[in-house]
Nanobody, 131 residues
Framework: QVPLVESGGGLVQPGGSLRLSCAAS????????IGWFRQAPGKEREGVAC????????YYADSVKGRFTISRDNAKNTVSLQSNSLKPEDTGVYYC????????????????????????WGQGTQVTVSS
């Protein structure tokens, strides 16, 4: 298990931006991938973006491509998710999760693969996009 803590959520108007952070303490993320997931009330959890710490390779869900950017800071052992042009449908609880090894699109988007490959999860941070 990898202790992860999310921060940066809040209330924002449509078209606005938020920057979410995921911090790991007590160990290095060098051999891990970090994914961001979100869950809206009454909906299934959705994989949003993923980054591999080893080489910085990234994957995005189609719903956020061009609007969200995932990045890593190796020195600070953190991953950020810059979310721009936010829409009401982006509302939900955002979670970061750790996968030992490189990220892949199947682990991000296939629920069965997500459950088996991402084995550490943060507590989540609420993002609400509303006018």
């Amino acid at each position: 298990q990898v202790p992860l803590v999310e921060s940066g959520g809040g209330l924002v108007q449509p078209g606005g931006s938020l920057r979410l952070s995921c911090a790991a303490s007590g160990f290095t993320l060098d051999y891990y991938a970090i994914g961001w997931f979100r869950q809206a009330p009454g909906k299934e959890r959705e994989g949003v973006a993923c980054i591999s710490f080893s080489d910085g390779s990234t994957y995005y869900a189609d719903s956020v491509k061009g609007r969200f950017t995932i990045s890593r800071d190796n020195a600070k052992n953190t991953v950020s998710l810059q979310s721009n042009s936010l829409k009401p449908e982006d509302t939900g609880v955002y979670y970061c999760a750790a996968l030992f090894g490189p990220c892949n699109i199947e682990a991000l988007t296939n629920t069965a693969r997500t459950v088996t490959e991402f084995n550490s999860w943060g507590q989540g941070t609420q993002v609400t996009v509303s006018s």
